[in-house]
């Protein structure tokens, strides 16, 4: 069973297809880009992800409240912090 690691809030993880999923949590093959708020595990291979997209950074002031959620592997998660 792999750590959640810790990812400071305003994290930018970038996920490549297949790395993570929607709400639906069906896998989704595309790129994605999110701005971490907050990461609480689903399981020991997946953790929920809540954040923002990139773009709210730029026009803080109308995106306010955390605009994305994500489901995603924990590997994923890994690989970039560890870097
Ligand atoms: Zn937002």
């Known amino acids: 069973m792999s750590e959640l690691p810790i990812l400071p809030p305003g994290t930018v993880l970038r996920l490549a297809p297949g790395e993570w999923c929607g709400e639906d949590r069906v896998p989704v ?3 994605a880009y999110i701005c971490v708020e907050r990461v609480h595990a689903d399981s020991p291979e997946q953790a929920w992800v809540t954040g923002h997209a990139i773009e709210c950074a730029y026009k803080s002031s109308d995106c306010t409240i ?8 924990v590997a994923a998660i890994l690989r970039q912090v560890e870097r």
């Open 66 to 73: 955390p605009c994305m959620v994500l489901l995603v592997r």
């Open 29 to 31: 093959w595309d790129r």
